[in-house]
């Protein structure tokens, strides 16, 4: 498919099967839209990204609704799509000298083949003379999830003082403003959305939903005092290690089929883009040789985590089982196991408890058949055996340290799964 991600108003080149409204309201018009809230909300909180942050969040955008408006079912394979997407940036030259890059990091992310170009007209707001640049030291994504609610409060009892970004998710919203007015009051919490909405129904895989996140943040990282004095910025993804090299369960979840999100290669590219790109913004995800139920038992106020834990949300279902979590999902999997290694207490209410009854909704869930069948070839074949090539690139300089996390999360789901009585 062919899409044009540009602002009202700019041309559209010929031939498009979707055009998507850039930073504009969806309506009747035949176009989809994306963004189109995120201007007010950097205005009303009187931020100055960068010019090239502006962009950035546009290519950011213009992905999610490609990603959203570019169903798979029609792709020969069924899942491995051919997207051809035209994006409208403020300096189109520059970008234009990063299409492979971009295309080769998005192949990774979403496993389809994209070709990208790049128009002129991007949104690039006027200076705005109330704008006032932002205190805090760091940025830390804050996605309503355990993981980044540990990282949150870590980075804050560290003495760090972090501005949190959010993705909002229908169920997730209040969870996020308790957290971050917990954790951090003093602190900036950005709640946006891509806003993504396509003239069809949209595709439900978003495998580049995140890239939306990424956008979100690097407005953020580029508004902050000290980066408009010159120094670089962190920008904290906190994600346990077992989720982010998210080791295949079976043959039949290879390659992106299994969602490469915060995957050390992935951000290795993301990083790269950021540094040619003059973004001073460093991303750093410090746990990613760290479990789930490492990362509980190590949090740095236990007292806070105990307050705040089982009100995050994990569930891959969690709006399909009725904004409840599903307890039998792979998210819910990590997070049972975490809580049960942790031994804090896990007061979550699942929609599927007990995993040891028979049948297709508890132990023979999909999800927690392959969980098991992870388990037995860990034991049957070893660690080499089950990982396979899946953490073999060339690009991986600590693959060693990556299997060993990647076995000590799958040991924890075992655990948990023979407690369940679903092993």
């Known amino acids: 498919m062919k899409v044009a991600a540009i602002p009202s108003g700019v041309p559209v080149p010929t031939g498009q099967d979707l055009i998507v409204d850039l930073f504009g309201q969806f309506d009747d018009n035949g176009h989809g839209a994306v963004g189109s809230t995120i201007p007010h909300i950097v205005r009303g909180e009187r931020l100055r990204p960068s010019a090239r942050a502006w962009d950035f969040a546009a290519i950011s955008l213009a992905v999610v609704a490609a990603d959203e408006g570019c169903p798979r079912i029609g792709s020969a394979d069924g899942w491995t799509r051919q997207i051809e997407l035209t994006v409208g940036v403020a300096d189109s030259k520059f970008w234009a000298g990063q299409t492979a890059q971009i295309a080769r990091m998005l192949a990774f992310l979403t496993g389809d083949i994209w070709t990208l170009s790049f128009v002129g007209g991007g949104h690039q707001p006027a200076p705005d003379k109330t704008a006032v640049l932002r205190p805090e030291n760091v940025v830390c994504l804050l996605s309503g999830g355990l993981d980044s609610l540990i990282g949150a409060i870590n980075l804050v009892s560290e003495g760090r003082k972090p501005l949190f970004v959010s993705q909002v998710a229908k169920g997730d919203k209040a969870h996020q403003r308790v957290f971050a007015q917990t954790v951090s009051p003093g602190s900036l919490h950005l709640q946006m959305n891509h806003n993504a909405r396509m003239p069809h129904t949209s595709e439900r895989s978003q495998r580049a939903r995140s890239m939306g996140f990424f956008g979100f943040a690097v407005l953020a990282a580029t508004s902050l005092q000290s980066y408009d004095a010159g120094q670089r910025v962190q920008l904290v993804i906190p994600e346990n290690g077992y989720i982010s090299v998210n080791v295949p369960l079976t043959p039949l979840r290879r390659g992106s089929l299994s969602t490469r999100t915060t995957h050390p290669h992935f951000l290795s590219m993301l990083q790269e883009l950021f540094n040619v790109a003059g973004l001073r913004v460093d991303i750093v995800n410090p746990y990613q040789l760290k479990t789930k139920g490492e990362m509980l038992k190590e949090c740095l106020d236990q007292g806070k985590l105990k307050q705040l834990a089982?009100?995050?949300?994990?569930?891959?279902?969690?709006?399909?089982?009725?904004?409840?979590?599903?307890?039998?999902?792979?998210?819910?999997?990590?997070?049972?196991?975490?809580?049960?290694?942790?031994?804090?207490?896990?007061?979550?209410?699942?929609?599927?408890?007990?995993?040891?009854?028979?049948?297709?909704?508890y132990r023979d869930f999909d999800d927690v058949r392959s969980m098991a069948v992870a388990v037995r070839t860990l034991n049957s074949a070893g660690l080499k055996g089950w990982v396979g090539g899946?953490?073999?690139?060339?690009?991986?300089?600590?693959?060693?340290?990556?299997?060993?996390?990647?076995?000590?999360?799958?040991?924890?789901?075992?655990?948990?799964?023979?407690?369940?009585?679903?092993?």
């Open 310 to 361: 089982s009100e995050s949300t994990s569930c891959g279902r969690f709006a399909r089982s009725g904004f409840r979590q599903c307890g039998r999902c792979v998210p819910c999997l990590v997070r049972r196991a975490a809580f049960e290694e942790w031994g804090g207490g896990d007061g979550t209410r699942y929609r599927f408890n007990d995993l040891g009854k028979p049948g297709p909704k």
């Open 390 to 423: 899946a953490l073999n690139s060339v690009a991986l300089a600590d693959r060693a340290n990556l299997s060993a996390v990647a076995e000590r999360g799958l040991r924890e789901i075992e655990h948990f799964l023979f407690a369940q009585g679903a092993l």
